[in-house]
């Protein structure tokens, strides 16, 4: 059994469960690939020679800032129109049948592009392809948060980076002997009935307190709006603080500065992504939301404010440059250590039961379009004739990073250990976020109301 402080698998993963959250985690690859290859692949020669220009200046060929912003840029357009439509599918037709849908539609879209020979068309194909990833983005989060008991719900929600229905869905769509027998085949083995039928309980009654399901209004009404807030937070500092230019324009930006291989730098970066993420995984129940996101947020501060520090000297040598890069790296650390987890599990487990998918999908839309305008405009501050700046981004995304750490303070709740219902009844109880971990409920009060609250100093 692993334990630590609150995450516990070996005494809450039954196989159908495993089974489940590790054929949802696999889907989420294609977000990795697409991101990840295309960056390496757009530093490539060949790449460039295929749907590159000519540059009139050095007589080579080039991928214009114009082009770039197009193609790192518009993909976002269809990455927003996947969220909608995966939301509505999942809300009507369940997580299940979105799963389907979305993995039929990618090979579809991965057909379009592996046989592109124009411009035109492999950005057609990649902004059809980013349909999929908003559908993923609009399910797969939701579901895995939906399934997972209290104790490892950071760590499975963590992995967002033979499926069954989610049973709050199923409830919610009052389908309770189906929602019982799917708790029952996510637990059995790891929990006694009483316990199964205790969970049954919260949850329908949770459910239920709300007589319909929440509107965009709503998720601006009463303890909605504070909810909404948050979850919008994560996700605008999610893509704000950076990542994009490391993630997305990191190779061909190394590749410019003419120091190392910058295939080399991508693999590295990639490296510390992927085992940073999965150091996250298993701290984010013990270490708890908040610590994770201070220190994560930290340096990402400290590496763009060094980076953007650099790339103020007049000359930059090859010793600056390697700086610059080594900055990059460290930055990926922070990120992925802070905000890209912990985003992707506050976004599912703060919107209360009835809320949660329009809350989930208004703040995916806004993580879209900060994507789309960070995406967009780098390729202009980057590179000449345009504002050229270079490393000193650094300055712009660090000083985000920097207030990221003020909201969350002041902002970011911590709940490991809270089923979704418990955090419903801190809401309702108006207990400031930063105040959660430190705050008991009395038993009776996950099935009723709160009843004792006790805040911790």
């Not at 965009?216 to 990542?243: E, W």
Request: proline share 3%; hydrophobic share 45%; with cysteine.
């Amino acid at each position: 059994m692993l334990g630590l402080g609150h995450l516990d698998l070996g005494g809450t993963f039954n196989k159908t469960l495993t089974l489940t959250v590790l054929l949802i985690a696999f889907s989420q690859f294609n977000f990795g690939f697409d991101q990840q290859g295309y960056s390496a692949t757009q530093a490539m020669d060949s790449f460039i020679r295929q749907f590159g220009t000519i540059n009139p200046k050095t007589g080579k060929h080039h991928l214009d800032p114009v082009w770039l912003s197009f193609f790192n840029g518009f993909n976002y357009l269809g990455q927003g129109a996947g969220v909608v439509i995966g939301s509505w599918i999942s809300n009507r037709f369940g997580r299940r049948m979105c799963m389907f849908t979305m993995s039929i539609w990618a090979m579809v879209c991965a057909t379009i592009v592996l046989t592109a020979r124009s411009r035109d068309q492999i950005l057609i194909g990649r902004v059809f392809n980013y349909i999929y990833i908003g559908m993923e983005l609009a399910v797969v989060p939701v579901f895995q948060s939906e399934i997972a008991p209290e104790k490892s719900r950071g760590f499975v929600v963590g992995t967002y980076q033979i499926s069954l229905f989610s049973p709050r869905w199923l409830i919610l769509k009052d389908r309770g002997d189906e929602a019982m027998t799917a708790l029952r085949r996510f637990r059995e083995g790891k929990y006694t009935e009483e316990e199964i039928q205790h969970e049954y309980r919260t949850i329908h009654d949770a459910v239920h307190k709300t007589v319909r399901q929440g509107s965009f209004v709503d998720i601006f009404r009463g303890t909605n709006l504070k909810r909404t807030y948050i979850v919008a937070g994560a996700n605008f500092f999610l893509q704000a603080t950076g990542q994009i230019f490391t993630s997305i324009y990191g190779a061909i930006y190394v590749k410019s500065l003419g120091t190392v291989n910058p295939f080399n730098i991508t693999i590295t970066i990639a490296v510390v992504n992927v085992c940073t993420s999965l150091l996250a995984m298993v701290l984010t129940d013990k270490l708890g939301r908040r610590t994770q996101v201070f220190v994560g947020a930290s340096v990402q501060t400290a590496a763009l404010m060094t980076m953007g520090g650099i790339g103020t000297a007049t000359v930059l040598t090859h010793s600056l440059k390697s700086g610059i890069i080594a900055m990059m790296v460290v930055f990926t650390f922070g990120y992925s250590l802070g905000w890209a987890p912990t985003s992707h599990i506050l976004s599912p487990e703060i919107p209360n039961t009835k809320a949660r998918d329009m809350t989930y999908r208004t703040a995916s839309v806004l993580n879209i379009a900060v994507q789309f305008a960070v995406s967009f405009s780098l390729p202009y501050l980057l590179y000449e004739p345009y504002a050229a700046l270079g490393s000193r981004v650094g300055f712009i995304f660090g000083s985000i990073a920097a207030i990221s750490l003020v909201f969350a303070y002041f902002s970011v709740p911590d709940c490991s250990g809270r089923t979704l219902e418990e955090i419903d009844q801190l809401f309702e109880a108006h207990i400031p976020p930063r105040h959660f971990r430190g705050t008991k409920l009395d038993e009776s009060s996950v099935d009723e109301n709160v009843k004792a609250l006790e805040v911790s100093p």
